[in-house]
């Protein structure tokens, strides 16, 4: 079974830093991908960063270009995604998810959450202006 707990959540001022953490557990990391995803109140979910696990890259959306860096530590099962320069419109839920049988670059680069089965709980993120 497949489950993927995020942390790292919290409150901070605009223009600081936070890392969230994603532990996997039960997940078979080859040929697929893992992302985060983000929802604020009253607004759609938005994928903020994947990793494309076999092609060793990572892929972002304008929105967080140049502040956002994923990673995944596969010797201690955690995916983390560090963020530099927070804004207010950073503020949301953060959500670990992984595809559930492959991914490809197309997929990857689409950062469309249909492609993704497995999903976390979410943490909290607040950026005060």
């Known amino acids: 079974q497949v489950q993927l707990v995020e942390s790292g959540g919290g409150s901070v001022q605009t223009g600081g830093s936070l890392r969230l953490s994603c532990e996997v557990s039960?997940?078979?990391?080859?040929?697929?991908?893992m992302a985060w995803f983000r929802q604020a109140p009253g607004k759609e979910r938005e994928g903020v960063a994947t990793?494309?696990?076999?092609?060793?890259?990572?892929y972002y959306p304008d929105s967080v270009e140049g502040r956002f860096t994923i990673s995944l530590d596969s010797a201690n099962n955690t995916v983390y995604l560090q963020m530099n320069s927070l804004k207010p419109e950073d503020t949301a839920m953060y959500y670990c998810?992984?595809?559930?049988?492959?991914?490809?670059?197309?997929?990857?680069?689409?950062?469309?959450?249909?492609?993704?089965?497995?999903w976390g709980q979410g943490t909290q993120v607040t950026v005060s202006s």
């Open positions: 998810a992984a595809t559930p049988h492959g991914c490809n670059r197309f997929m990857a680069r689409r950062l469309a959450g249909t492609d993704f089965r497995y």
């Open positions: 990793f494309y696990i076999s092609g060793g890259t990572a």
């Open positions: 039960g997940y078979t990391y080859s040929s697929n991908c």
